[in-house]
């Protein structure tokens, strides 16, 4: 029997400008799907990213909108990311993507998902998924290696972390939501993988191979949320 495992494809992955689609990107992912279809039953999320990003930042500079207009146009993006990678996975793929994790979806086909509602994210969406289609782990595909102690952009003396709890992973990151805030994994969805002993593994996706090792059962980098020695 495959077993299920939810990841989450960044949305810069996928777009890393709002103008570019990263089409090597999408070639060495279906690739990978391919070779490991046989092992596991995929379950894909994807974010906004930066086309989230800006759809709500340019808004906010016209008027003063609200944080559930906001949310909407980030879920819109995530939409538009999700129907982007159901299109090129072709026949593989669930025919609609899927929009309330409460779907009830009788398929063997890989199933793609975006963002559902205000003050929840695609993070969000990835973990209830996880919970419905009993999943033990969500991969957070994203565009760094590991998590750190503090933003390593900004500080010279950050450390990575291989291994955290969700306790200590929230007091880095917060626990609010804000709508298009960049973190490696939110807050609600940190909260919620929490209160259902789901482990969450960030990955650099732009490093296919790497995800293709943790698939493997090798040696990867990245940092485990969750499990903890």
């Given at each position: 029997?495959?077993?299920?495992?939810?990841?989450?494809?960044?949305?810069?992955?996928?777009?890393?400008?709002?103008?570019?689609?990263?089409?090597?990107?999408?070639?060495?992912?279906?690739?990978?799907?391919?070779?490991?279809?046989?092992?596991?039953?995929?379950?894909?999320?994807?974010?906004?990213?930066?086309?989230?990003?800006?759809?709500?930042?340019?808004?906010?500079?016209?008027?003063?909108?609200?944080?559930?207009?906001?949310?909407?146009?980030?879920?819109?993006?995530?939409?538009?990311?999700?129907?982007?990678?159901?299109?090129?996975?072709?026949?593989?793929?669930?025919?609609?993507?899927?929009?309330?994790?409460?779907?009830?979806i009788k398929t063997n086909k890989i199933l793609v998902a975006g963002g559902y509602k205000p003050g929840r994210s695609s993070d969000d969406m990835a973990v209830s998924l996880a919970i419905k289609y009993n999943a033990e782990t969500v991969i957070n595909m994203t565009n760094i290696d590991y998590v750190y102690d503090k933003d390593p952009s900004k500080y010279k003396d950050a450390e990575k972390i291989k291994e955290i709890?969700?306790?200590?992973?929230?007091?880095?990151?917060?626990?609010?939501?804000?709508?298009?805030?960049?973190?490696?994994?939110?807050?609600?969805?940190?909260?919620?993988?929490?209160?259902?002993?789901?482990?969450?593994?960030?990955?650099?996706?732009?490093?296919?191979?790497?995800?293709?090792?943790?698939?493997?059962?090798?040696?990867?980098?990245?940092?485990?949320?969750?499990?903890?020695?």
């Open positions: 029997m495959k077993k299920n495992i939810v990841i989450s494809v960044g949305g810069s992955l996928i777009a890393p400008s709002v103008d570019k689609i990263d089409y090597l990107f999408l070639k060495k992912l279906l690739k990978l799907i391919n070779e490991k279809n046989n092992k596991y039953r995929f379950i894909l999320v994807a974010g906004g990213g930066k086309i989230a990003r800006n759809y709500i930042n340019n808004a906010k500079k016209v008027t003063d909108i609200s944080d559930t207009e906001a949310d909407w146009l980030g879920i819109a993006a995530t939409r538009l990311n999700a129907n982007l990678l159901k299109a090129v996975l072709s026949n593989k793929a669930y025919k609609e993507i899927i929009q309330e994790p409460s779907d009830n709890s969700w306790n200590k992973f929230l007091d880095i990151i917060g626990r609010k939501w804000l709508p298009g805030k960049n973190t490696p994994f939110d807050p609600i969805a940190s909260k919620l993988a929490q209160k259902n002993n789901i482990n969450v593994v960030i990955l650099n996706g732009k490093k296919i191979n790497n995800l293709k090792n943790y698939l493997s059962g090798d040696n990867f980098k990245g940092t485990v949320i969750g499990k903890t020695k």
